[in-house]
């Protein structure tokens, strides 16, 4: 971490660290997200909906979470 920190940080810092696996295809899902902090509830309904369709409930209250993030931070970037 101290390799990629500035000598004065002025702001909070976040590691993400994930371990991935390859998946099949029919475990995999996308979305097109519209630059509307609106939509930003439905797609993690959808998410939800997704994984416990897979029998994923167990990680549908994080997967929600870092969904939510990421598609709000990615908005507020947009504008």
């Known amino acids: 971490m101290s390799t ?5 940080p002025s702001d909070d810092i976040a590691l993400m660290v994930a ?3 390859r998946l099949a295809a ?17 797609i993690r309904s959808q998410c ?3 994984l416990e369709s897979w029998g994923l409930d167990g990680i ?3 997967a929600e979470l ?3 993030e990421l598609i709000t931070h990615a908005i507020r970037g947009h504008h």
């Open 4 to 8: 990629m920190l500035p000598p004065r």
């Open 19 to 21: 371990r991935t696996r």
């Open 26 to 42: 029919d475990r995999v899902s996308e979305w097109s997200v519209p630059s509307d902090p609106a939509t930003v509830g439905p």
């Open 48 to 50: 939800i909906r997704k």
């Open 60 to 62: 549908a209250f994080t």
């Open 66 to 68: 870092v969904l939510s």
